[in-house]
């Protein structure tokens, strides 16, 4: 796992750099069943019957969960997910359709944490949508939610309250693109499904004692 992180780390530094050198290599052999791309002789990628991508023998999906904080492999995994199928593409892979999907969702994983990332590094919190569940801090607020109303302590209440406040602080940011729209319409239905359930859900601790 390690050499592939490198591997795509420096993908994404050449890029930057503008001196990839990677699109020289050509071949007018037809695509294999694996849809195979190797634009270097120690990367190659290829689209297995798991609809999963691979570079060399690593899941391309498991290496973006497993390093959700590392820019230059997001970069080097987007930049590398962009040559592999424009490469499909002109190989007349066009209507690959299960390829297209694969590449399309991994492309969103990873836009979606760079901009993670970027959120938390101005703003001090890292939020994901990833289906119907929204992650804050690597929470799933909704989880949270559930607990609470099956197990409404003190202790889960303040911790709701807290995840209420950061919902809040979502929804306080200007939209600035259609990723954040859904991020924040997520976020205004958890505000009001949380505010909701503190208002009619009560603590079940034990009582306090008065002095």
């Known amino acids: 796992m390690m ?11 050449k890029v930057v750099g503008g001196r990839t050198g990677r699109t020289e290599r050509t071949t007018d ?31 391309v999906r498991e290496a973006v969960h497993e390093n959700p904080n590392d820019v230059g492999l997001m970069c080097g995994v987007s930049h590398g997910l962009y040559e592999y199928q424009q490469f499909v593409w002109s190989k007349g892979g066009k209507q690959h359709s299960s390829f297209n999907a694969a590449v399309d969702s991994l492309q969103h994983s990873v836009l979606g944490r760079i901009g993670s990332i970027y959120d938390h590094i101005t703003g001090g919190m890292q939020f994901e949508l990833e289906g119907e569940d929204l992650w804050l801090n690597n929470v799933n607020v909704r989880s949270v939610l559930k607990l609470y ?40 239905r958890l505000y009001d499904e949380i505010s909701i359930v503190l208002k009619t859900v009560p603590p079940s601790g034990p009582p306090r004692l008065c002095a």
């Not at 202790?155 to 309250?161: F, I, P, Q, S």
Request: glycine letters at 2%; hydrophobic letters at 35%.
């Open 3 to 13: 050499n592939i992180i490198n591997k795509l780390s420096d993908i994404s530094r």
């Open 29 to 59: 052999l037809p695509l294999d069943h694996q849809l195979t791309f190797q634009p270097s002789p120690d990367e190659k990628w290829t689209f297995r019957e798991n609809s999963r991508i691979y570079i060399n023998d690593t899941d």
């Open 149 to 188: 109303a099956l197990r409404p302590t003190e202790a889960a209440r303040t911790y709701l309250e807290g995840l209420r406040e950061k919902v809040g602080l979502i929804l306080s940011r200007r939209r600035t693109s259609s990723k954040y729209d859904a991020v924040a319409d997520e976020a205004a």
